[in-house]
């Protein structure tokens, strides 16, 4: 167990309709990553967040947006759903996003469009 | 071009077998590198990291690091079935809060006994 909580574990919903996963960083990590796994893809970031501020952004659509809270959750939002955003969504986190060997992630939501 | 390639394979090998798992990387400002192994759609986790130019051994994995030819790998010796898995690289680094870590596709490596 990384300690990174993610909800849901699986979604299913329709195209057109809008989403959001949450992420519980481990315990006392300031910073938030949000990566996107789709079928035989490698691991897409997304957008990072350190204690409640955007630090980097990636290959993120705009129809997807993410926060993180003052109590360092953190949320993906997804909407205007296709097809194409059928993966599984991956919330890792940090104490400071200062090394990479202390970047942990979890279990991931499974997110199927139909 | 993409900042760090990973050729996905799939490997399969016999066990008992030296594995050798490759990346490159195209950023010369990625300090830090990575390996992370993912079971089953399982959330990556940690395997080996490293800093510099050089080998890191730890048990039956070496990872190793050549930064003038901006070249990654991960060497598995004797290995079992249980290391049966999606191999991603990444690599990381950190510039005044500012961070990166981008991953490589993954390599799928199967052992059969």
């Known amino acids: 167990d990384s300690g990174v909580t993610q909800t849901p574990k699986h979604l299913i919903t329709a195209t057109g309709q809008r989403v959001t996963l949450r992420c519980s960083p481990r315990s006392g990590d300031l910073s938030v990553y949000w990566y996107q796994q789709s079928l035989d893809q490698g691991l897409q970031f997304l957008i990072q967040y350190y204690n409640g501020e955007e630090r980097a952004k990636g290959n993120i659509l705009e129809r997807f947006s993410a926060q993180q809270f003052p109590d360092l959750h953190s949320e993906l939002n997804l909407s205007s759903l296709e097809l194409g955003d059928s993966a599984l969504y991956f919330c890792?986190?940090?104490?400071?996003?200062?090394?990479?060997?202390?970047?942990?992630f979890g279990e991931g939501s499974w997110l199927t469009v139909v | 071009q993409k900042e760090v390639e990973q050729d996905p394979g799939p490997l399969s090998v016999p066990e008992g077998a030296i594995v050798s798992l490759n990346c490159t990387y195209s950023n010369s400002a990625f300090q830090y590198f990575m390996w992370y192994r993912q079971y089953s759609r399982k959330g990556p986790e940690l395997l080996m990291y490293?800093?510099?130019?050089g080998n890191k051994e730890d048990g039956r994995f070496t990872a190793q690091v050549d930064k003038s030819s901006k070249y990654i790998s991960l060497f598995i010796r004797d290995s079992q079935p249980s290391d049966s898995a999606t191999y991603l690289c990444a690599s990381f680094f950190f510039s005044g809060g500012y961070n990166k870590l981008i991953f490589g596709a993954g390599t799928r490596l199967a052992v059969h006994p």
């Open positions: 490293t800093y510099s130019s």
């Open positions: 890792a986190s940090s104490p400071e996003g200062l090394a990479g060997n202390t970047i942990y």
